[in-house]
């Protein structure tokens, strides 16, 4: 067959087992057309007298990652899933007149799990991953894994896997009962061909799971574990509807069977499909893969370099952070500090990042003595002649920035990639003293702590060569960032989008509002924290720091909130000296403190705020218009982004807040979000804003940009970008 079309492979042995083979490179998903060709395949194993039983496998040492997402969006809701397919699955499968094994190496994850749960039984390679992740995608298992998998592995194990969408390794698999048989990569065909056999003939049992029960336990253990389970569902993944369908379609298996079990997850299937949760997730599943794609960067032909050698000037929280991530993911790195005393702590910061690791489990031993030895530590530049890359973390001071690059243009190899990890200073003024080199310049801007944050800005200036960027989204993929590049401006991406987060609750406070109850509703919309728990995480003295930058650079629509200075007049800066918003008890535990009260009519008083919660439109002011209060000048300045080409496509912009600030991803990233609410809705409750603030000489606080009013006007989603190309 041709094996660059979707489908599958039949091939009958001498000893009459048929080998279906799944062929959809690369991991083998299932397009439609390979559930198709699999079907045929097995209907004809089933009509043919010279085959005993079945074997079904993957191509290229792979079984299969699952149902192929693309369909999610070219089939349509649900990619097209229908109870037809589960009843191949039961029929064809699991309960055919002839038996059939799945022979899984690599991974079966998704449907491509499901597949192997209806076959009567498995053989899987050591180390192969297993798992139902399908919760990921807004969606649950449609082709019977809330059926099989509780009836395989038991009901709290399955339950487990499913809403936590974490696979499980061989040989834990078959310690599970998921897997029957473990063989060796080489003995894997064999292996399964002979249970095929063994089965056919009566030697070995044929065990159909969706009518099994000898692991589901007694019906009040079961309720059990779904009710802990709903308990659990409704505190970690607030207001999200598709983990509850889940356990609805594994407990009405239970209590009415595997049969009807498959028709509730075909309706739990469908609910939870035409749900903006699964558009949402779906749409960042592809963003995120989308963002190494950027236009005059990677269509022009380019090849990435080869990065070994990275230099990391500063050994603090960020330079060791970023140093941490280089080794990890097997890159030399040199650590220069200003003395050894530095350099010392520096190295240690890193050794401390990576035996935490260690001592969690999450790395063996062997592994972090290897990465830590690629780590070296330095106070001069004698071994700057080797390195491909310098990653700059020093202080945000800009004269000695500027005096860093020009010593890193006369000691780096004219190759050398040079980034600079600043947050706030523009990179071409770093640069501007080394104008022989500022192709080569870019901004690598890491997000704290920068050995987890999964996010990677990289910042390009008009003269950073397209070269350079590439070689740049490479190191970030390596390091196994996700890397998102954007242009030059005050905050770059993120952080300029972001500056009206806090500003907008500021000014809520300011009217009257508590920040407590401000904080509760925010995280109930899904930030990790409120704004002001956030605030004193980050530290009062920083906001301010930032918000000046912000307040030079947008004069015309900033909100600047006296209590941020209060607090910094009263050494109140967060977490790091004990009180700021909140207090801090022993352990960093945040809780109220009675003594903001006097700050909070100090602020209001300075504000000529205080009041404005008693006339209209603020008059009821609910849990809505609190989040639309501070989320919707954030959208407002994220289209300005999008207009201004900062960003390369909207879902780069979306991507960057989930991955930062911690954008809720079930909603789809900032701008999707914002597509759900609509442009016209958006644009009419910032104008009512504008005009309500007019007075207060806040109107371009909340005054829509041009981007957004156009967008209003036609009809047009905020996701469909410019019409022109972006600025990078």
Not at 403 to 430: G, M, R, W, Y
Not at 470 to 494: H, M, Q, R
Not at 665 to 671: E, H, N
Not at 702 to 716: E, V
Request: net charge neutral; proline share 5%; glycine share 10%.
């Amino acid at each position: 067959m041709n094996n660059s079309v979707p489908g599958t492979s039949l091939e009958v042995d001498s000893s009459g087992v048929g080998v279906i083979t799944l062929r959809n490179p690369p991991v083998n998903a299932l397009h439609p057309k390979v559930l198709q060709s699999l079907f045929e395949n097995l209907m004809k194993c089933h009509a043919r007298d010279d085959v005993k039983a079945i074997v079904v496998t993957g191509d290229q040492g792979k079984f299969c990652a699952g149902f192929d997402i693309n369909q999610f969006i070219e089939g349509g809701e649900g990619g097209g899933i229908d109870g037809r397919i589960n009843d191949a699955f039961v029929n064809l499968l699991e309960n055919g007149p002839k038996p059939s094994v799945a022979a899984v190496q690599g991974l079966a994850l998704g449907g491509g799990c499901e597949v192997a749960l209806a076959c009567n039984a498995r053989v899987a390679t050591p180390g192969t991953s297993i798992g139902l992740p399908e919760l990921q995608l807004g969606i649950i298992p449609g082709f019977g894994g809330t059926q099989r998998l509780p009836r395989v592995v038991g009901v709290a194990k399955a339950t487990e896997m499913m809403l936590t969408s974490v696979p499980i390794r061989v040989p834990a698999a078959k310690d599970a009962g998921l897997v029957d048989v473990v063989a060796e990569p080489r003995d894997l065909m064999r292996a399964a061909k002979q249970l095929a056999l063994d089965i056919a003939e009566g030697r070995h049992a044929r065990v159909m799971s969706l009518f099994r029960t000898d692991r589901v336990g007694t019906y009040e253990e079961a309720m059990a574990v779904l009710d802990f389970a709903r308990a659990q569902s409704a505190k970690k993944a607030r207001g999200l509807q598709h983990p509850l369908l889940c356990i609805d379609a594994i407990q009405y298996g239970i209590e009415h069977g595997g049969l009807e079990g498959l028709k509730k997850e075909s309706e739990c299937f469908d609910a939870a499909a035409a749900l903006d949760t699964h558009k949402a997730l779906v749409h960042i599943f592809f963003a995120q893969r989308s963002t190494k794609k950027v236009q005059g960067i990677t269509d022009h032909g380019l090849k990435a370099r080869p990065i070994r050698k990275i230099a990391v000037l500063g050994g603090g929280l960020m330079g060791s952070g970023i140093a941490t991530a280089c080794v990890l993911s097997g890159y030399q790195v040199l650590i220069k500090e200003i003395n050894e005393k530095f350099m010392q702590s520096g190295l240690d910061r890193v050794k401390s990042n990576i035996m935490s690791r260690v001592k969690k489990g999450k790395m063996k031993e062997a592994v972090a003595q290897k990465a830590l030895s690629l780590l070296h530590g330095t106070t001069s530049y004698d071994e700057f002649s080797s390195v491909d890359m310098v990653i700059e973390a020093v202080i945000e001071d800009i004269g000695l920035k500027q005096k860093i690059f020009q010593d890193l243009v006369s000691v780096c190899p004219p190759h050398a990639i040079l980034s600079t990890n600043t947050s706030t200073i523009d990179i071409e003024l770093i640069g501007s003293k080394v104008p022989q080199a500022q192709d080569r310049i870019v901004g690598a801007h890491f997000f704290s702590p920068a050995h987890v944050m999964p996010l990677l800005e990289i910042v390009r200036t008009p003269k950073s060569s397209a070269q350079v960027v590439l070689d740049t989204i490479e190191f970030g993929s390596k390091i196994k960032k996700t890397p998102v590049v954007v242009g030059n401006c005050t905050g770059f991406a993120v952080n300029r989008v972001f500056f009206p987060y806090t500003q907008a609750a500021c000014l809520l406070v300011d009217m009257g509002l508590d920040p407590y109850m401000i904080d509760k509703v925010i995280a109930g919309f899904g930030m990790p924290m409120g704004p002001f728990r956030l605030s004193d995480l980050v530290g009062a003295d920083i906001g301010l720091h930032v918000g000046k930058n912000f307040l030079d650079s947008f004069p015309d629509r900033c909100y600047p909130a006296r209590i941020i200075m209060i607090l910094n007049e009263k050494k109140r800066l967060g977490e790091k000296t004990g009180s700021g918003f909140y207090a801090f008890g022993p352990g960093r535990k945040a809780s109220p403190d009675p003594a903001l009260g006097d700050i909070l009519q100090e602020s209001r008083s300075a504000s000529g705020m205080d009041g404005l919660l008693s006339s209209p439109p603020f008059s009821k002011m609910g849990p809505k218009d609190i989040i639309e209060f501070i989320m919707l000048p954030v959208v407002n300045e994220g289209c300005r982004v999008i207009a201004e080409g900062i960003v390369d496509k909207p879902a780069d912009l979306d991507i960057a807040t989930v991955m930062s600030m911690g954008f809720p991803a079930p909603r789809g990233g900032l701008i999707f979000w914002a597509d759900l609410l609509g442009a016209k809705y958006i644009n009419d409750r910032l104008e009512q804003w504008s005009n309500a603030f007019a007075s207060k000489g806040l109107a371009g606080f909340f005054k829509p940009c041009d981007y957004l009013k156009a967008a209003a006007a036609s009809g047009r989603k905020l996701q469909q970008g410019r019409a022109s190309s972006s600025k990078l």
